[in-house]
């Protein structure tokens, strides 16, 4: 009977460092898994960018020009196509259920600007009435090597950082200082993008796009309105 109990006793020595080593490997694994899964999940893109931003204007000067009431008229409408040239690499990392890009931008940009416009001047009564249209010449100008960065604005959509646009310094159509403040980007409109989707394997891509109008009326000395209208569209390729 000593012998058998010595036995038992063994085999449940034996049995306890098996379970014990068991127990051990199964934290190991969690602890791994659990290790794994905190860690931030990365993904490179190939981002490229599609983008129009128009300003038309309509404003009318009234003044009295040699005892003759005048009114100048300034219809304008300029232009800006914003295309990649190719592609930026994008580093998109998900760490603590949040998104971020690395770099927040996109290089490579050509920028292609047009503008065209009509002046015209009337001359009212006492003096002769008299109407002369002047219709602009049609001018252009491309500019390469554009950077512009974007942001994460919210969840599950992206915006751009405020950025100056290439201009034309044309004197037809006239563009007063008031209509020259007013200018917008790709700030004014947001896009929706599925960040899950994003960091789906299965999922090659997916375009962010972003529209807006926006209206702005000139009063005073110059009376009139300007209206710019953005649309851009932003598309992440996976890399394979």
């Known amino acids: 009977m000593r012998r058998h109990d010595a036995g038992l006793r063994q085999s449940r020595g034996y049995f306890g460092v098996i379970g ?14 659990a290790d794994g899964a905190s860690q931030p999940k990365r993904v490179v893109f190939r981002v490229t960018l599609d983008a129009t931003v128009t300003k038309d204007w309509n404003t009318t000067v009234e003044s009295t020009e040699n005892g003759c009431p005048t009114s100048r008229r300034s219809v304008g409408r300029r232009m800006v196509t914003l295309r990649s040239v190719r592609p930026t690499i994008v580093i998109v990392t998900l760490g603590s259920g949040r998104v971020s890009y690395s770099p927040a931008l996109v290089r490579y940009v050509q920028a ?19 109407v002369t249209r002047s219709r602009c010449a049609h001018a252009r100008r491309a ?19 405020p950025a100056r646009l290439p201009e034309l310094a044309m004197a037809c159509p ?13 700030e004014e409109a947001q896009g929706e993008l599925s960040e899950k989707a994003l960091m789906d394997p299965r999922i090659p891509g997916q375009t962010a796009i972003g529209t807006a109008e926006v209206e702005t009326d000139v009063e005073g000395r110059e009376a009139g309105r300007v209206v710019e209208h953005v649309r851009w569209e932003l598309t992440f390729i996976r890399r394979r």
């Not at 416009?117 to 002769?128: F, N, S």
């Not at 200082?177 to 790709?186: E, R």
């Open 143 to 161: 500019k390469s090597g554009v950077r512009l960065g974007f942001v994460r604005s919210a969840r599950d959509e992206i915006s751009f950082h």
């Open 112 to 130: 292609e600007l047009s503008q065209t416009g009509t002046r015209i001047t009337r001359v009212q009564a006492p003096c002769q009435s008299r």
């Open 20 to 33: 014990g080593t068991a127990l051990a490997c199964l934290l190991a694994v969690l602890a791994s898994t």
């Open 174 to 186: 006239p563009e007063s200082s008031a209509v020259q403040k007013i200018h917008s980007g790709l």
